[in-house]
């Protein structure tokens, strides 16, 4: 079982940054596949970006060049900078952790956070 609590959300004018976090619980933390979910109000939840257990990043179009994931092993703790923010990145974001390798198919996460809220205003 692996717990995931999200920090780092609020509100940021468009242009600005923000840095996610989220702090997995359980020893086995290095052996997940780690991803980035977005949701807005009246939206399917939305791949962001995710990372392997060998640290490789994959990212959606609409984040690349301006976010990146990283992982810390030794903090359980993997991170979302997110930069040059749109309004249009509005959403609440969740963390997710899977054991399938990296994919931007929620279906193939197993654990989920509760989600941090990131506004973006214009």
């Known amino acids: 079982q692996v717990q995931l609590v999200e920090s780092g959300g609020g509100l940021v004018q468009a242009g600005g940054s923000l840095r996610l976090s989220c702090a997995a619980s359980g020893r086995t933390f290095s052996s997940y596949t780690m991803g980035w979910f977005r949701q807005a109000p009246g939206k399917e939840r939305e791949f962001v970006a995710c990372?392997?257990?060998?640290?490789?990043?994959y990212y959606a179009d609409s984040v690349k060049g301006r976010f990146t994931i990283s992982r810390d092993n030794a903090k359980n703790t993997v991170y979302l900078q997110m930069r040059r923010l749109k309004p249009e990145d509005t959403a609440v974001y969740y963390c997710?952790?899977?054991?399938?390798?990296?994919?931007?198919?929620?279906?193939?996460?197993?654990?989920w956070g509760q989600g941090t809220q990131v506004t973006v205003s214009s």
């Open positions: 997710a952790a899977g054991s399938r390798g990296a994919a931007p198919n929620a279906a193939l996460y197993n654990y």
């Open positions: 990372i392997s257990r060998t640290s490789t990043a």
